[in-house]
């Protein structure tokens, strides 16, 4: 069973900075393909990056130019550096493999911007 732990979640300023890690124990995360997801109070999750296994990004507009998603397979690890916060990226953060479907998700860590 896959098993995704993210952590540097924490209370920033706005206009701070954060590094969210996504560790896999036990998998391989170099072939597949990743995402970081975010769910804020009351609202659906969204789909913050995505990274495939070659290494192409893409990114959800509202952060696209202040977020960057990439992965160390040597490390085993997938990464989203978080630049220029803002109050409305307030969420909690959950990395995902989407090729393990209901199994491929971390447990989530919050990030709190404020203003």
């Known amino acids: 069973q896959v098993q995704l732990v993210e952590s540097g979640g924490g209370l920033v300023q706005a206009g701070g900075s954060l590094r969210l890690s996504c560790a896999a124990p036990?998998?391989?995360?170099?072939?597949?393909?990743m995402n970081w997801y975010r769910q804020a109070p009351g609202k659906q999750r969204e789909l913050v990056a995505a990274?495939?296994?070659?290494?192409?990004?893409n990114y959800a507009n509202s952060v696209k130019g202040r977020f960057t998603i990439s992965r160390d397979n040597a490390k085993n690890t997938v990464y989203l550096q978080m630049n220029s916060l803002k109050p409305e990226d307030t969420a909690v953060y959950y990395c995902?493999?989407?090729?393990?479907?209901?199994?491929?998700w971390g447990q989530g860590t919050q990030v709190t911007v404020s203003s």
């Open positions: 995902n493999a989407p090729a393990y479907g209901n199994n491929g």
């Open positions: 036990g998998i391989s995360l170099s072939i597949h393909s």
């Open positions: 990274i495939t296994s070659s290494r192409i990004a």
